[in-house]
């Protein structure tokens, strides 16, 4: 089983970027898709990016595509997600989820084990 610890979330003005990692600890990233989910208050978890650790190959849901980009960092064992040009409308927790099989699902259920999440505000 793992564990994932979310952290970098913070209050932030429109326009400004956030690094949002997500750590593993009992098992590593290696075998997993490791995706990022926002949850605003009130709404359903909404898929944001997703990225295969053994290919490093990257998925991105429409709210953050062009503006959030997510990367493995080898050295730290975490995913890390960049937000760029943050909107209002980009508030919300974040969550880190795994999962395994050769298709990335957007959908919150198709996810295994899920971070605490970490709480992102951006002001106007």
């Known amino acids: 089983q793992v564990q994932l610890v979310e952290s970098g979330g913070g209050l932030v003005q429109a326009g400004d970027s956030l690094r949002l990692a997500c750590a593993a600890s009992?098992?590593?990233?290696?075998?997993?898709?490791v995706a990022w989910f926002r949850q605003a208050p009130g709404k359903e978890r909404r898929f944001v990016a997703a990225i295969r650790w053994s290919s490093d190959s990257a998925w991105y849901g429409d709210s953050g595509k062009g503006r959030f980009f997510i990367s493995r960092n080898n050295a730290k064992n975490t995913v890390d997600l960049r937000t760029n040009s943050l909107k209002p409308e980009d508030t919300g927790v974040y969550y880190c989820?795994?999962?395994?099989?050769?298709?990335?699902?957007?959908?919150?259920?198709?996810?295994?084990?899920w971070g605490q999440g970490t709480q992102v505000t951006v002001s106007s």
């Open positions: 989820a795994v999962t395994t099989g050769d298709i990335v699902p957007q959908s919150p259920e198709s996810y295994d084990f």
């Open positions: 009992g098992r590593t990233f290696s075998e997993y898709i």
